[in-house]
């Protein structure tokens, strides 16, 4: 029978949550590194007993993290994320110049073929690849040396790559999106990159709908529909069809359509979930009702998925990279919250109930569906 | 032999439950035991000071014989009862947070 096996990063360490195909029963593992900052876990798709992991405390840096044996195990690899050359600056907060400087590893994106082939979105925003399991890191500096790089800004979070997707049909095709600078894309492998942010309009910046700057909050695609993408941006949810060259609105009917996650249900390409929060100044769910909203249209026309969370009181926050879903017949959908419960649906957002309710802040969620 | 007391989080990583005993080639110094502790255990390499600058971390701190060494230079000898062995090198992770 099908396994899952839920990955979580949490502010404090990181959780192994593991059910067989019902989804029913649980079995919780951790805390693993105990303490550290764990932004990221993601399973390898050609190797799923190869895990790699994000692990940093503003103490002692940067550290990833491998394990060979389904996260039972852990060894550090390489922590050696070193810019190309003379990195230069971006913008500041301010606006003046600043120095890149790396600080942390958001976002492992393990490559579907390879379990030794690994991407790591960092702050500030560079793209690195591993080929030998993590133990050495190079930078795709194509990316950072963009023209348009010196002008980008961090948003309030910090200057992030937290997004990455490596096209299922082509592999030489990947988008990145940055925080605050938009999504970029490259056909090349990550040689060279350009903006894709044609049609984001962000009241945030001086000019709305310039070529970047814009607060991409996350993006996905469903892997049959490559030239399809979704995007939670700070404000509006957004989609395009063509691969990232023009984007609109498909926010529709949603309470609001400022958020950080947005993921597309495993078996249904037009089946899109996204949790609204308030605004851009109160990271809550609106009206203290912790609600999933679920549309199978692609957009536009969105359903409140609400049986089995809290309708009343919730004040949590649903974090960029906390939602997944898995690929059994049923897809489920699972998310974290920052007041540590990590929710599935084991029938595609109809039900809902907390696998956990007390860990620290959930950074991150990633579902491994095992056969 | 000098002896270097690591912060709770770092012996996890080095997998050492107690002090550790560095063997350090020449003067002894902050660098140079910094130099023989990331030598011995390739885990820390990183953690105390920053890959690309080689500068010490921010929240981490050296202190021995009851003196903050954090601000002197890292090719400063370190005081004789440190290579003695008979007073530990502290590498100490700041106190900070609420």
Request: aromatic fraction near 10%.
């Amino acid at each position: 029978m099908s396994e899952v096996r839920v990955l979580v990063g949490t502010r404090k360490g990181a959780f192994i949550l593991q059910a067989d195909g019902k989804r029913d029963k649980w079995e919780v593992q951790g805390p693993f590194f105990g303490g550290w900052e764990i932004f990221h876990l993601k399973g390898s798709p050609a190797d799923p007993n190869r895990i790699y992991a994000s692990q940093s405390t503003s103490w002692f840096g940067q550290l990833i993290q491998r394990s060979d044996d389904g996260g039972r195990t852990w060894n550090p690899v390489g922590n050696q994320f070193l810019y190309d050359g003379v990195p230069g600056t971006h913008q500041w907060y301010d606006g003046t110049p600043h120095p890149w400087e790396f600080a942390r590893v958001w976002h492992l994106e393990p490559s579907r073929t390879d379990p030794d082939t690994v991407l790591a979105g960092v702050e500030d925003a560079a793209l690195f690849r591993s080929t030998d399991g993590g133990l050495n890191w190079s930078e795709l500096s194509g990316l950072r040396t963009h023209a348009t790089g010196s002008s980008w800004q961090p948003g309030a979070g910090g200057m992030c790559l937290h997004s990455i997707i490596v096209s299922p049909s082509d592999p030489r095709r990947i988008f990145v999106a940055i925080s605050a600078a938009g999504v970029f894309g490259s056909d090349d492998s990550g040689m060279t990159w350009r903006p894709l942010n044609n049609g984001l309009s962000s009241g945030e910046i001086p000019d709305p709908d310039a070529f970047e700057g814009h607060c991409v909050h996350h993006i996905a695609l469903h892997p049959s529909r490559p030239e399809v993408l979704f995007m939670q941006k700070h404000w509006d949810v957004m989609r395009s069809d063509n691969a990232g060259e023009s984007w609109f609105e498909v926010s529709g009917n949603l309470p609001s359509d400022f958020g950080f996650v947005v993921d597309v249900h495993a078996h249904e390409p037009e089946t899109v979930y996204v949790v609204p929060i308030t605004s851009d100044s109160e990271h809550f769910p609106p009206e203290g009702k912790l609600r999933v909203y679920r549309s199978r249209s692609g957009g536009n026309e969105w359903e409140p998925l609400s049986n089995g969370l809290p309708q009343r009181d919730c004040y949590v926050n649903v974090l960029r990279d906390a939602m997944a879903v898995d690929a059994l017949d049923e897809c489920g959908v699972y998310f974290g919250t920052t007041g540590g419960q990590v929710y599935v649906s084991p029938d595609a957002g109809d039900h809902w109930k907390a696998i956990v309710r007390d860990l620290p802040a959930v950074l991150s969620v990633e579902v491994q569906t095992i056969a | 032999m000098i002896r270097v007391v690591l912060p709770a989080h770092l012996k996890v990583l080095a997998n050492v439950a107690r002090d550790v005993q560095l063997e350090v080639p020449g003067i002894p110094t902050s660098r140079a035991v910094i130099d023989a502790l990331e030598a011995r255990f390739p885990a820390l390499r990183g953690t105390i000071r920053d890959p690309a600058t080689q500068e010490r971390r921010p929240f981490v701190r050296f202190f021995a014989c009851e003196l903050d060494l954090s601000h002197e230079s890292l090719d400063s000898p370190l005081p004789d009862a440190v290579i003695s062995g008979q007073e530990p090198f502290f590498v100490i992770g700041a106190m900070a947070g609420g």
